[in-house]
Nanobody, 123 residues
Framework: QVQLVESGGGLVQAGGSLRLSCSVSARTFSHLHLGWFRQAPGKEREFVAAIRWSDGNTNHADSVKGRFTISRDNAKNTGYLQMNSLKPEDTAVYYC????????????????WGQGTQVTVSS
């Protein structure tokens, strides 16, 4: 069983930065995979970034490469999504997701989800 709690969303101007946090509760982290997804109004939930907890190996969607960075802090059991150079089209509810065996690069690979946090980027 894995529990995820996101925080860090808010309102920011275009070009600004935000860091999202995902606090993870799990029995074991050895096979944990963590991911970030987002869903804008009227659109499907889409992949943003993923990380393999054991070695920090990462994947990022093309739309955020060079602007967003996923990371994790083993000591704090927390994952992060650093978002720089934000654009109005980044506005969405951002979700943390996890799985205990698969790299979380699509919604159907995630077994656990957080409640989501709103990110709004004004122009």
């Amino acid at each position: 069983q894995v529990q995820l709690v996101e925080s860090g969303g808010g309102l920011v101007q275009a070009g600004g930065s935000l860091r999202l946090s995902c606090s993870v509760s799990a029995r074991t982290f050895s096979h944990l995979h963590l991911g970030w997804f987002r869903q804008a109004p009227g659109k499907e939930r889409e992949f943003v970034a993923a990380i393999r907890w054991s070695d920090g190996n990462t994947n990022h969607a093309d739309s955020v490469k060079g602007r967003f960075t996923i990371s994790r802090d083993n000591a704090k059991n927390t994952g992060y999504l650093q978002m720089n150079s934000l654009k109005p089209e980044d506005t969405a509810v951002y979700y943390c997701a996890a799985d205990l065996s698969r790299l979380v690069i699509s919604t159907n690979r995630a077994s656990y989800w957080g409640q989501g946090t709103q990110v709004t980027v004004s122009s």
